[in-house]
């Protein structure tokens, strides 16, 4: 009862809801998933971006030479995109479930 208050839900909301797991009110409260969503967005934009830039060398072209074992740059620079883009996607959802979470505790 005490979490339900905390996110702005009355105890008949809570009933309504009897039928999923205890946590789903309070996900639901955070629009995590809304929050995941965007964070999977705004990951895969940055990260695609970033690829783009190196891979395109629109910056222009690194001054130094490297060797890249078993497979070329733009295997290694796929790589590092995905883990790039996961990072920002959990960076994203977690300010902005931060953000709903602070603004459902002052609506409270």
Do not use: C, H
């Not at 995941?36 to 783009?52: D, F, H, P």
């Not at 590092?80 to 603004?103: D, M, N, P, W, Y």
């Amino acid at each position: 009862m005490i979490a339900l208050v905390a996110v702005g839900m009355s105890k008949s909301d809570a009933d309504a809801d009897a039928d999923g797991p205890p946590t789903a009110a309070l996900l639901e409260a955070l629009a995590v998933k809304r929050n995941t969503l965007v964070g999977v967005g705004v990951g895969i934009g940055v990260a695609a971006l970033a690829y783009a830039v190196r891979i395109f060398e629109l910056l222009g072209p690194v001054g130094f030479e490297r060797t890249y074992p078993i497979v070329g740059p733009e295997a290694w620079f796929l790589l590092l995109a995905i883990v790039f883009a996961s990072a920002t996607a959990l960076g994203v959802v977690v300010v902005l479930t931060a953000i709903r979470a602070v603004q459902l505790s002052r609506n409270v």
